[in-house]
């Protein structure tokens, strides 16, 4: 009889603190849910001060400071969408390529910008960084009519545009 009513008490014992223990973890595992499915508003209630109890807190610390970062990161991007639509390709430009040359060690970058519907002759816009020496813009309209046809164009190796284009020298 004893040996039964201990045994009994153990069980109970046994389950009351593992209940003690998965409650906490089962609420950590669906917050982790939540956060992997991008919803970082449900905090993890923390209590205790056992190895649970910090690792609550530190899940909580970390679920806080990702929202924070990707707020800040949020805020960032509808700012930089504000600023890009305000700014002049023009003014923009031009220290963009000058930084593209230098960091390429390239005597001229040059970039067009023309959309689908624009003719090809006309309506582009031109930006260069460096002098055109060897009168490179007078392809501009070969290329553009090879990115319409292909949907894109590089010249990487510009010694091999002549199999390419048609260059008069």
């Not at 409650?23 to 209590?47: D, F, H, N, W, Y």
């Not at 002098?131 to 010249?155: A, P, T, Y």
Request: hydrophobic letters at 45%.
């Amino acid at each position: 009889g004893v040996i039964a009513l201990v045994g009994i008490a153990l069980v109970g014992l046994v389950y009351a603190t593992s209940r003690h223990l998965i409650k906490p973890l089962r609420q950590m595992a669906q917050v982790a849910e939540s956060i992997a499915q991008g919803k970082l508003t449900q905090p993890v209630r923390a209590s205790g001060e056992d190895e649970i109890g910090r690792l609550a807190i530190a899940f909580e610390g970390m679920r806080h400071s990702l929202k924070a970062r990707l707020d800040e990161m949020d805020l960032l991007l509808n700012v930089s969408h504000r600023m890009a639509s305000s700014f002049e390709l023009a003014r923009v430009l031009p220290p963009i390529l000058a930084d593209v040359q230098r960091v390429m060690t390239a005597t001229q970058v040059r970039l067009v910008l023309s959309s689908e519907a624009m003719d090809v002759s006309g309506g582009s816009e031109y930006f260069q960084s460096g002098e055109d020496i060897n009168g490179w813009g007078q392809l501009d309209s070969q290329v553009l009519n090879l990115c319409q046809q292909r949907g894109r164009f590089m010249l990487e190796n510009p010694s091999r545009a002549r199999a390419v284009l048609d260059l008069e020298k």
